[in-house]
């Protein structure tokens, strides 16, 4: 009986074993890929493009809100403003700057909007050659690199080579 346990537990150890190193593994550098897809260049140009513009309407509207709180200062000072006229135009700045500070939020939303919009075909683009890269390869994992999961990796299983052979790079 006792030579039985063993042979089966041993068994079993080979069995695991063999299904261990059936196992292929994989890994890329995302963030290596990613700098060099040209994709990545123009969406990440025009996001700037698209932010500084957001930025100078932002600066626009605050140098017009500035100049609107100078004048009415100079009114008060010159006392050519009552102080119901004053209380008026006051509220009416503070709504303006309410608007400002809605701008600032909107535009910080919209900016993640376009990122979201600009990039999401590109990972798509790259998890497909990821994909396509592991079912020819017959790998079981691909791990990247890049986000620091992986401990040890044998450069000769970096398959960002193939990846980016896929991608045309």
Do not use: H, W
């Amino acid at each position: 009986m006792k030579t039985f346990i063993q042979s089966t537990t041993i068994a079993i150890f080979c069995l695991l074993a063999l299904n261990l190193n059936a196992q292929k593994f994989g890994y890329i550098n995302s963030q290596e890929l990613i700098q060099e897809i040209p994709e990545v260049k123009e969406a990440t140009s025009n996001l700037e493009t698209f932010q500084q513009q957001l930025a100078k309407q932002g600066q626009d509207m605050l140098q017009r809100l500035q100049t609107k709180y100078q004048e009415l200062e100079q009114k008060q000072a010159s006392g050519d403003i009552s102080p119901k006229q004053l209380e008026t135009e006051a509220a009416k700045l503070k709504e303006e700057e309410s608007q400002l500070m809605a701008f600032e939020q909107s535009s910080q939303q919209k900016i993640m909007e376009k990122n979201e919009t600009l990039l999401a075909p590109i990972r798509e683009k790259i998890q497909k050659a990821i994909d396509d890269v592991a079912a020819e390869g017959g790998y079981t994992f691909i791990f990247d690199y890049a986000t620091g999961f992986v401990l040890y990796a044998d450069s000769n299983t970096d398959v960002s080579a193939q990846v980016k052979a896929k991608l045309g790079l």
